[in-house]
């Protein structure tokens, strides 16, 4: 991977911003009423993307070695410290760039504490050797 | 903006579903942003590794140079003739796209969401993430406050977790991997939970 293929990065960003502002993920509004079981769709979709890809993968990657994930100490404390600010700040590390793309300012706010969220876990787990896996 | 006009589910699925795979076949990585955007926060190291590593990819000058230290070392107790053992390419950056390959995924990101905008007649407005937040959440300077502190915890939890929606959500969830599966139910758990608090329902 010494030359990675700059275009594809770029298009398939293009793509996945585009497709989380249109189905709505980017609205708060709207992400609140799936985070309390008012308006089923944003979950459908969620559901339906896993299925499509576990599709995807079981049909067009039977050969490959994918990276596994397995469960670790930072798994359970990790997951619900993120799920706690994403019902805040409507914001997944995904999102908060969408939001910006927009033009709705605030995310920056969003986008300014994830990178500090980021590095100051990074800096406790070099202190500790927290094992946390990686995310791409 | 009523939620008519968004997607429904089913092409909203498809599309995130094809993105999720046809990331992999495309540039075999597992999509996730988290780990782009923490690269970023270690902005210095990696640009200095980055540079490390195109020094070293040059395997002419590298073999060259290391011939002229062992000649240096040990003069004329070497022969005159030396060929060097093919070394394993060893990469301080490790398997990762070049940085400027993950900056553009995260710039093309952004440029989704403007995209989508424009198409739709304009730019997002309002005073937080959407126009319902300051009735939600809170309004004024507050919301500030609370969106960065909603940001933090969203940055420290995905790093911990070792993954987000995207990473575990999608990509780990859809290959049953276990750390995936509890970190999305410990995730979404969470944010069901605080979200019925701010609508007052517990």
New interface residues.
Partial sequence: ??R?????????????????????F????????M???Q????L??????????????AL??RG?V???????R???????????????????????????????G??L??????????????LL?RRWR?D????? | MSAASYWPWWAGAAALGAITVGFWIAVRRPLGVTGVLARFVNLREEVEAERKDAALSDEAALTAALVAATRESFGDAMPPSLTPLPMPAVRLTGTRPRLAAHALFLGGIVAGGLASRLLRGGLAAGSGPGDAYARIVCGDWRACAVLLLGGALVGFGTTLAGGCSSGHGLFGCARLQPGSLVATASFFGAAVGVSLVLKGGL
């Fill in positions: 991977m010494a990675a293929p700059f275009l594809r990065f770029g298009l398939f960003g293009l793509a996945l911003g585009f497709v989380l502002s249109e189905a709505g980017s609205d708060y509004a709207e992400l609140h009423r985070f309390t079981f308006d089923l769709r944003l459908a979709t969620f559901a339906g993307a896993v299925a499509v890809a576990m599709a995807g993968f067009l990657c490959d994918l990276p596994g994930r397995p469960i670790h930072g798994t359970v404390p990790g997951g619900v410290l993120f799920g706690i600010g994403w019902a805040l700040c409507g914001a997944c590390p995904a999102i908060a760039l969408v939001q910006l793309g927009e033009g709705r605030p995310a706010a969003s986008a300014a504490g994830i990178g500090g969220g980021i590095w100051a876990a990074q787990r927290w946390a896996g990686s995310c791409g």
